[in-house]
Nanobody, 123 residues
Framework: QVHLVESGGALVQAGGSLNLSCIAS????????LGWFRQAPGKEREFVAV????????ELADSVKGRFTCSRDNAKNAVYLQMSTLKPQDTAVYYC????????????????WGQGTQVTVSS
C-alpha cells in the first residue's frame, strides 16, 4: 500500500511560480513511477508529468514543457512539480499518483492517488 500526500497548492497570479510537493510512504516505492495529473471542473483528468525510478527519467506533457519541471528525491520519498510562467489555464486540482508499472501518461495505469491540491491562477 502506498500513501501520497500533496501540498503547495495556492492562489497565484498569472506569470507567477509555484512549487508542489508530494510525499510518499509505503512499500516498493523505489520501483514506482510517481506522476502528476490535474483536473479542472468539467474536464477530464490530464497528464502533467511523471518521474520514473529505473531508469531515472522524467516526462512532461506538451502543454507544460518549458514551464514546469518534475523532479524526484528518493531519499525523501518525494516528487516535486516546479511550476513557472503560470497561466489561468493551469488552474486545476493537481494530483500525485503512483504506478507500479512504470511511467505512463494514462491515468488508468496508476494504482494510488493523493487527495489533490488546488492550484488557482488568476489574471
Amino acid at each position: 500500500q502506498v500513501h501520497l500526500v500533496e501540498s503547495g497548492g495556492a492562489l497565484v497570479q498569472a506569470g507567477g511560480s509555484l512549487n508542489l510537493s508530494c510525499i510518499a510512504s509505503g512499500y516498493g516505492l523505489s520501483t514506482y513511477a510517481l506522476g502528476w495529473f490535474r483536473q479542472a471542473p468539467g474536464k477530464e483528468r490530464e497528464f502533467v508529468a511523471v518521474a520514473s525510478r529505473f531508469p531515472d527519467m522524467t516526462e512532461l506533457a506538451d502543454s507544460v514543457k518549458g514551464r514546469f519541471t518534475c523532479s524526484r528525491d528518493n531519499a525523501k520519498n518525494a516528487v516535486y512539480l516546479q511550476m513557472s510562467t503560470l497561466k489561468p489555464q493551469d488552474t486545476a486540482v493537481y494530483y500525485c499518483a503512483a504506478s507500479q508499472w512504470g511511467g505512463s501518461a494514462a491515468a488508468g495505469n496508476y494504482e494510488f492517488w493523493g487527495q489533490g491540491t488546488q492550484v488557482t491562477v488568476s489574471s
